[in-house]
């Protein structure tokens, strides 16, 4: 009975049955999606708004290097200040950060620089959360279930490249069909609105004179 049981118990279900650890698991995939899509999504909102790629080159940067320099000192925070109340602090941060872009860039309110300060700060924190949430996996498993984990974790860096990417691309698509499709029902009312004042035909017959007359005063 017990070597039937025994499979079960180190495999993948066994690990999954580790309390806590599915929830970990989960917000760990989740998390580093969003982080693709973030990255994908940054760059097509540097390139539609300010139709620059040497600054979109420069955001991902600045997204980038800040966190890779600060890593030692993330690690050093997380071993001393708890490693579950940094990662939420990064996750709120990363939060903050998208709604202040997104507010800004809204009002027609974010030039570059305060754009690339925004990405800077983002990038300070997120070791938090990358490193925090892996560092927790040794102490939910046990430790006969370290190579399950160690193995779900680097396999949650290739579903985040495969779905991370696409997700993004196919939201930004969206966005970009739905700005066309309000821009195209403001001009049918814009339309509608001049026919039905008359300002349109008068505007017609207007540039239908001065071709008439511009006609007639040729030789």
């Known amino acids: 009975m017990s070597t039937t049981e025994t499979p079960t118990a180190t495999g993948y279900a066994g690990l999954m049955r580790v309390p806590g650890f599915a929830y970990l698991y989960a917000s760990l995939l989740i998390g580093r999606v969003s982080g693709q899509m973030v990255a994908i999504a ?22 980038v290097t800040p966190g890779l320099v600060v890593s030692p000192i993330a690690g050093a925070l997380l071993d001393r200040y708890g490693r579950a109340r940094l990662v ?8 903050a950060t998208g709604l202040i872009v997104a507010g800004l860039s809204w009002l027609h309110a974010l030039p570059p620089a305060l754009l ?4 800077f700060a983002s990038s300070l924190t997120f070791p938090l959360s990358n490193t925090g949430a892996r560092s927790l996996f040794p102490i939910l498993a046990p430790r006969h279930l370290w190579e399950r984990a160690n193995a779900l974790d680097s396999s949650g860096h290739v579903i985040a490249s495969l779905l991370g990417a696409p997700i993004a691309g196919v939201l930004a698509r969206q966005q970009r069909a739905r700005h066309r499709l309000t821009a195209r029902s403001a001009h049918r009312r814009r339309s509608r609105w001049l026919r039905r004042t008359g300002v349109g035909d008068r505007g017609d017959g207007r540039r239908v004179r001065r071709r008439g007359g511009s006609h007639v005063a040729r030789p």
């Open 42 to 63: 940054l760059v097509l909102f540097v390139l539609a708004r300010y139709h620059s790629p040497q600054l979109a080159g420069l955001t991902v940067f600045i997204a």
């Open 88 to 95: 939420v602090f990064d996750y709120l941060v990363a939060a």
């Open 116 to 119: 690339l300060v925004v990405v």
